[in-house]
Structure formats: structure tokens, C-alpha cells
């Protein structure tokens, strides 16, 4: 009875892999689907955005934001402190090789990304829920800037928080008040990005 158990099991197994193949080659058959990454394509230009993630803990996490660096055409990622960074076996997992085209650069803190981002002219705007923050998607952001996002359970360091220029907020409706950081690095990227390419 064990037996026949393993081989129904692997036999599901298989009959999954092949139903997975089979749905990879009508995906590539179907002229208008644009779901195959262009490697050959070089970035012409990079928008004049960079994201600092401070102390962020999870290298899924890390490696779905340098998803949406390198979708969004990004200028950089910048890791802070504990936040892990390339090269990363789980980065790379979730990034799916996302984070190979990105410009990255660790710093030891968060402060001092804060001050070599400023030394360059970046605007920093915080993306944490609090009292004094906007609405995302009504603030103007100016070119170059710099978004920060903080860890998974504390956010962004309050020391942090003071160096900020601006705080944003993504409104949220229910019990939970913010949504997971690297869905929230998603939505506010590409709201900067739609507002610059509108211009």
C-alpha cells in the first residue's frame, strides 16, 4: 500500500510538471503575450529615483523590490545595516535575476546613505504611517529622490524618520495599517514613475 501511495504521489507530481511545460510553450507560442524578459535589452535611461531600505529583514522582501527596481528602471537600490543584499540565494530567488541589471551599494547605517544621497541632491521622502504623513499619490515628487522604507515590524527608524524631507502614507482600509513593504515599494515607485512620465 506504501508503494502504490509513493507512485500515485509522484505520479501527480510528474503529471504537474508536464501540464507546467505544456502551458510555458503556449505562453511562448502566443504572439501577444510579452511575458519573456528582453535581456539583450539595455536600459536607456534610468529614472532619477533610488530606494533605501533600512534594516529591511527579509531577503524575499529585498529580492521583490529589486523586482520593481529593475521594472520600473530604477537608478539604484540602496541596502542599510541588517538589510540583506547581493549576492543572495533568496534575493535572487524571488528577484529572478532582477537584482543582476540594478545598480546596488550597501551602507553599515541608514544615516549614512541619508548623507551620501544628500551630498548628491536627493530629495528623501519616508514611507511610513504616521500623523504627519500625505497621501501618497497626492505629493509631488521632485527629481532626483530618494524613497526610504523601513523595516517589517518597526518601519523606519524615528532617527531616520527626523532626516526625512517628507513622509508619505499609502491609505489602508483595514485591520492591518500598512501594506507589506515591498507591495508598498511597488505601489509608490510606479506612482512617481506614472507622475514623471506624464510630464
Given at each position: 500500500?506504501?508503494?502504490?501511495?509513493?507512485l500515485?504521489?509522484?505520479?501527480?507530481?510528474?503529471?504537474?510538471?508536464?501540464?507546467?511545460?505544456?502551458?510555458?510553450?503556449?505562453?511562448?507560442?502566443?504572439?501577444?503575450?510579452?511575458?519573456?524578459?528582453?535581456?539583450?535589452?539595455?536600459?536607456?535611461?534610468?529614472?532619477?529615483?533610488?530606494?533605501?531600505?533600512?534594516?529591511?529583514?527579509?531577503?524575499?522582501?529585498?529580492?521583490q523590490?529589486?523586482?520593481?527596481?529593475?521594472?520600473?528602471?530604477?537608478?539604484?537600490?540602496?541596502?542599510?545595516?541588517?538589510?540583506?543584499?547581493?549576492?543572495?540565494?533568496?534575493?535572487?530567488?524571488?528577484?529572478?535575476?532582477?537584482?543582476?541589471?540594478?545598480p546596488?551599494?550597501?551602507?553599515?547605517?541608514?544615516?549614512?546613505a541619508l548623507?551620501?544621497?544628500?551630498?548628491?541632491?536627493?530629495?528623501?521622502?519616508?514611507?511610513?504611517?504616521?500623523?504627519?504623513?500625505?497621501?501618497?499619490?497626492q505629493?509631488?515628487?521632485?527629481?532626483?529622490?530618494?524613497?526610504?522604507?523601513?523595516?517589517?515590524?518597526?518601519?523606519?527608524?524615528?532617527?531616520?524618520?527626523?532626516?526625512?524631507?517628507?513622509?508619505?502614507?499609502?491609505?489602508?482600509?483595514?485591520?492591518?495599517?500598512?501594506?507589506?513593504?515591498?507591495?508598498?515599494?511597488?505601489?509608490?515607485?510606479?506612482?512617481?514613475?506614472?507622475?514623471?512620465?506624464?510630464?
Amino acid at each position: 500500500a506504501m508503494h502504490v501511495h509513493s507512485l500515485k504521489k509522484h505520479a501527480q507530481l510528474i503529471a504537474a510538471q508536464v501540464m507546467m511545460l505544456n502551458r510555458e510553450h503556449n505562453a511562448r507560442q502566443a504572439e501577444y503575450l510579452r511575458n519573456v524578459d528582453n535581456a539583450q535589452r539595455k536600459v536607456s535611461k534610468r529614472h532619477e529615483l533610488v530606494v533605501v531600505l533600512d534594516n529591511v529583514r527579509s531577503a524575499f522582501n529585498v529580492g521583490q523590490i529589486f523586482r520593481t527596481a529593475e521594472a520600473a528602471a530604477l537608478c539604484e537600490v540602496v541596502t542599510c545595516g541588517i538589510t540583506p543584499h547581493p549576492p543572495h540565494p533568496q534575493i535572487n530567488k524571488t528577484a529572478l535575476g532582477a537584482e543582476e541589471y540594478v545598480p546596488t551599494r550597501h551602507f553599515s547605517s541608514t544615516k549614512k546613505a541619508l548623507e551620501y544621497l544628500r551630498s548628491q541632491g536627493y530629495y528623501i521622502i519616508g514611507m511610513e504611517t504616521t500623523a504627519k504623513s500625505a497621501v501618497y499619490s497626492q505629493v509631488t515628487y521632485p527629481r532626483p529622490t530618494a524613497l526610504i522604507v523601513g523595516n517589517e515590524v518597526s518601519g523606519i527608524c524615528t532617527e531616520v524618520m527626523d532626516k526625512c524631507d517628507e513622509l508619505v502614507e499609502i491609505p489602508c482600509f483595514g485591520v492591518k495599517n500598512s501594506l507589506n513593504v515591498a507591495a508598498a515599494v511597488a505601489t509608490n515607485v510606479f506612482e512617481v514613475v506614472r507622475q514623471w512620465n506624464n510630464k
